[in-house]
């Protein structure tokens, strides 16, 4: 598995310099991405979320008895507890997420608000091999990957990653938020937010290789920049030098221009039509999808 300072040496070192959106999320990009989520212009939470709380207890009866819930990139575990809440028949419940000690103290509070249910926390990035607790006998897999966080994938990517959790939940089902196409201007807002969170959101990738790879450059040397890109239909996030800038890195000195960007994310939106059309690549069944109204946001419930 590359790391934090290969992947950087990478982007800084290669023709479109890309790095990886996982390098946002230290303990800091975490809680800033978490504050994003309750911005008045970030709509795909409280629109998931209603979703799930308006429908949990219909998500709940597809689980059927005696499954075994599974999600991916599980975090602060705020959303799964909207359907644990209607899911008392549940066998076992495994969140994986890679930040260990952000995963296990998410972990102790729903212990003590669940005792019955076996909850075992797995460690691991989730875009990769992992293993599993053995899924129960007679019961079914059921994977939860909410907040659209499969539009952070390349569209070969998330094909890959769906072919994982298809062979994974062989026999059961994968509930998936996906977020969708939408007024460009309402998209270019949710990444743009009049508070600055997202801005130093992005920031904060410069600031995670300094505090941990020791990176050297300008702090006040680089914008925030995001905007949609219609013909890929995705947003695209960069840090932007506002001059010529140096950065230093391990001894080795990278010279970016006005102009050449690091592109630090993507975050492609789909149509219902384009998200089953990928599924089905992936090998799921499409059976059911939800939207709130103003069709923002989509849940899709996919036969493995
Ligand atoms: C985690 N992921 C789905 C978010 C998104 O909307 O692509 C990350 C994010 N980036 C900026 N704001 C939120």
Redesign the pocket.
């Known amino acids: 598995m590359s790391s934090f300072a290969e992947d950087l040496h990478a982007a800084l070192a290669g023709p479109d310099h890309s790095i990886s959106?996982k390098y946002?999320y230290d303990a800091q990009g975490s809680s800033l991405?978490e504050r994003?989520c309750e911005l008045p212009e970030?709509y795909?939470t409280r629109t998931e979320l209603a979703l799930l709380d308006q429908h949990a207890p219909e998500f709940a009866a597809r689980m059927g008895q005696s499954a075994q819930l599974i999600e991916y990139g599980a975090g602060a575990l705020v959303k799964v507890r909207r359907l644990l809440a209607h899911a008392p028949q549940l066998h076992s419940f495994a969140p994986v997420d890679i930040s260990g000690p952000h995963l296990l103290a998410a972990c102790e509070s729903l212990w003590r608000e669940y005792p019955h249910l076996r909850i075992t926390p797995v460690i691991a990035d989730f875009t990769r091999a992992h293993r599993l607790p053995e899924a129960p006998e007679g019961g079914r897999r059921i994977g939860f990957f909410p907040?659209?966080?499969i539009?952070?994938f390349d569209p070969q990517e998330a094909l890959t990653f769906l072919k994982l959790l298809r062979t994974e939940l062989d026999g059961g089902a994968l509930l998936i938020g996906v977020?969708l196409i939408k007024d460009p201007a309402l998209l270019h807002a949710?990444?743009n937010d009049a508070q600055g969170v997202?801005a130093r959101?992005?920031l904060n990738l410069l600031r995670h290789a300094q505090r941990e790879l020791g990176l050297e450059y300008d702090a006040q040397g680089f914008d925030h920049y995001?905007f949609y890109e219609p013909r890929r239909q995705r947003?695209e996030?960069h840090l932007l030098p506002r001059g010529p800038q140096m950065l230093q890195l391990q001894g080795r000195r990278y010279p970016l221009v006005p102009g050449q960007s690091l592109h630090t994310?993507s975050?492609y939106k789909y149509s219902v039509e384009t998200f089953q059309q990928l599924a089905r690549e992936a090998g799921f069944v499409p059976q059911t999808v939800w939207t709130d109204d103003a069709k923002w946001f989509s849940l899709h419930w996919l036969a493995a």
């Open positions: 959106p946002f991405f994003i970030y795909p907040g659209s966080s539009g952070n977020d949710a990444y997202t959101f992005n995001a947003i996030m994310e975050s």
